[in-house]
């Protein structure tokens, strides 16, 4: 049974998890409701999701902070922009009623240093906020306030000991082929963890972690814990949110989801195939790894679809994480022979 009671550690709960290169991490991604909600409609929603995965060994939650994001691209969004409630907020309440830790997004771009210290202070004391995801600017060309890398330097100067996690774009890595210098520059700036964008080109997310677990291991660095995003894709207005939002979405692929008789049951074998090619590339690179399943919009049957994803990637994660366990036994066995 979910623990009703609330987390009130000091600490986040998760720096000891990951730690732990042989077990997998794994989360649930959902987005706070719209602002226009009524609180005690906010309560049913949270009831509704934590009903949903109560029957599932998950590790938190994800609560994202969604911006509108029009500057990243000329294409009008698939679904309009809505503001929603404090992610901080949302996060609390997931947290009393899971008794789970909860990792929270932070768009920085409109922030002023002094506001995200203040913003800092109170989603410690007042969210009990311990686990955070710095996002910052979705296109170069924004004017920003607080660069991410001033939010960094401004929340390794805050008193609060927040867990501090970032972003994995497989596809800037594709772009421009330095993600993974970003990623060591991003723990150099106090990252324990990332957590990459929604996984539909395989071959992408496979060159990045690839990249970086080499560079970590030529540089004497610890690579750190990176969860995988996948999310179920039931129709075509869905697969054009997914390409809005930046996600890489091969021209196969494409054509696979929308032509199938089924394309949410398509789309779910996809992520499933992509996760065992990913696992099999880097399995010989120790990196730890975990996943984060999410349903990138309210239909309720692409949710329901995102629940039934969770647990086939889980178990294929925890399969190869358990023959990767063997075989360092027998080769640990063979070198003591």
């Given at each position: 049974?979910?623990?009703?009671?609330?987390?009130?550690?000091?600490?986040?709960?998760?720096?000891?998890?990951?730690?732990?290169?042989?077990?997998?991490?794994?989360?649930?991604?959902?987005?706070?409701?719209?602002?226009?909600?009524?609180?005690?409609?906010?309560?049913?929603?949270?009831?509704?999701?934590?009903?949903?995965?109560?029957?599932?060994?998950?590790?938190?939650?994800?609560?994202?902070?969604?911006?509108?994001?029009?500057?990243?691209?000329?294409?009008?969004?698939?679904?309009?922009?809505?503001?929603?409630h404090d992610p901080r907020y949302y996060s609390?309440?997931?947290?009393?009623?899971?008794?789970?830790?909860?990792?929270?997004?932070?768009?920085?771009?409109?922030?002023?240093?002094?506001?995200?210290?203040?913003?800092?202070?109170?989603?410690?004391?007042?969210?009990?906020?311990?686990?955070?995801?710095?996002?910052?600017?979705?296109?170069?060309?924004?004017?920003?306030?607080?660069?991410?890398?001033?939010?960094?330097?401004?929340?390794?100067?805050?008193?609060?000991?927040?867990?501090?996690?970032?972003?994995?774009?497989?596809?800037?890595?594709?772009?421009?082929?330095?993600?993974?210098?970003?990623?060591?520059?991003?723990?150099?700036?106090?990252?324990?963890?990332?957590?990459?964008?929604?996984?539909?080109?395989?071959?992408?997310?496979?060159?990045?972690?690839?990249?970086?677990?080499?560079?970590?291991?030529?540089?004497?660095?610890?690579?750190?814990?990176?969860?995988?995003?996948?999310?179920?894709?039931?129709?075509?207005?869905?697969?054009?949110?997914?390409?809005?939002?930046?996600?890489?979405?091969?021209?196969?692929?494409?054509?696979?989801?929308?032509?199938?008789?089924?394309?949410?049951?398509?789309?779910?074998?996809?992520?499933?195939?992509?996760?065992?090619?990913?696992?099999?590339?880097?399995?010989?690179?120790d990196l730890p790894l975990g996943l984060n399943?999410?349903?990138?919009?309210?239909?309720?049957?692409?949710?329901?679809?995102?629940?039934?994803?969770?647990?086939?990637?889980?178990?294929?994660?925890?399969?190869?994480?358990?023959?990767?366990?063997?075989?360092?036994?027998?080769?640990?066995?063979?070198?003591?022979?």
């Amino acid at each position: 049974m979910i623990n009703q009671d609330l987390v009130t550690n000091t600490e986040s709960e998760l720096r000891v998890r990951y730690n732990d290169i042989t077990r997998g991490v794994y989360f649930i991604g959902t987005t706070p409701p719209k602002t226009n909600t009524p609180l005690d409609e906010v309560e049913t929603i949270a009831d509704r999701l934590v009903n949903r995965i109560k029957d599932l060994a998950i590790d938190g939650l994800i609560v994202y902070d969604i911006q509108d994001e029009v500057s990243r691209t000329k294409k009008p969004r698939p679904f309009p922009f809505k503001s929603t409630h404090d992610p901080r907020y949302y996060s609390s309440l997931l947290n009393k009623k899971t008794g789970r830790p909860v990792i929270t997004y932070k768009s920085v771009v409109q922030s002023e240093t002094d506001a995200f210290d203040e913003w800092l202070n109170e989603a410690w004391h007042e969210y009990q906020v311990r686990d955070i995801v710095l996002v910052g600017s979705p296109s170069a060309k924004n004017e920003v306030s607080l660069p991410l890398s001033a939010a960094y330097q401004a929340l390794a100067e805050n008193k609060n000991n927040f867990f501090t996690g970032g972003i994995m774009i497989a596809e800037r890595h594709a772009k421009k082929g330095n993600e993974h210098e970003r990623l060591i520059e991003k723990y150099q700036q106090g990252c324990n963890f990332f957590i990459s964008q929604a996984i539909y080109d395989t071959q992408a997310t496979i060159d990045i972690l690839t990249r970086y677990a080499i560079e970590c291991k030529q540089d004497g660095i610890k690579p750190q814990r990176i969860l995988l995003t996948f999310s179920p894709c039931g129709s075509a207005k869905t697969l054009e949110f997914i390409e809005w939002l930046g996600v890489s979405v091969p021209e196969a692929t494409s054509l696979r989801i929308l032509n199938a008789t089924n394309p949410l049951h398509e789309s779910i074998k996809m992520c499933c195939n992509s996760l065992n090619q990913i696992l099999d590339a880097v399995v010989e690179y120790d990196l730890p790894l975990g996943l984060n399943i999410e349903s990138l919009t309210n239909r309720k049957e692409e949710i329901d679809g995102s629940i039934l994803l969770y647990k086939l990637l889980r178990a294929s994660m925890d399969s190869h994480l358990a023959k990767h366990e063997f075989r360092m036994l027998q080769k640990n066995t063979i070198t003591a022979l």
